[in-house]
């Protein structure tokens, strides 16, 4: 409890947020994953039971979990070349700026995103 206790006291240390959100994305990647291969392997079984599970799928409130995907992945990867950045070429004494120009390009593209997924959270458009 001691972590979330500095993250809220030292609301000035953007480094430590980026790493918390940096583990529940990949927390979130990973379990998506496992359902994702779950429900794929069933195409092996039984045709017909994977058509009615994709048909489940192609509902607004599904498009907008997907939107939370994307969104979970977008960050995850901006967040592991900031890192890598900083790493590799020295720059971890810069973790600040790193994250607000991350910041920006991370809320561009999750706008642009918005192009493709809203007509989707509507019911229009889909697969």
Request: charged share 10%; hydrophobic share 60%; glycine share 8%.
């Amino acid at each position: 409890m001691g972590f979330f206790k500095d993250m809220i006291r030292n609301k000035t240390l953007p480094g430590m947020w980026a790493f918390f959100f940096h583990r529940i994305s990949g927390i979130i990647i990973a379990v998506y994953l496992f359902f994702h291969i779950l429900v794929t392997s069933t195409a092996a079984w039984k045709k017909e039971y994977f058509d009615e599970l994709m048909a489940l799928f192609r509902t607004p409130v599904n498009h907008f979990f997907e939107w939370l995907l994307f969104i979970a992945v977008v960050y995850h990867m901006l967040n592991g070349l900031r890192i890598t950045f900083a790493d590799l070429f020295g720059y971890t004494n810069m973790n600040r700026p790193f994250i607000i120009v991350f910041t920006i390009i991370f809320i561009a593209i999750i706008l642009g995103s918005l192009i493709a997924f809203l007509p989707l959270f509507f019911g229009f458009g889909g697969h």
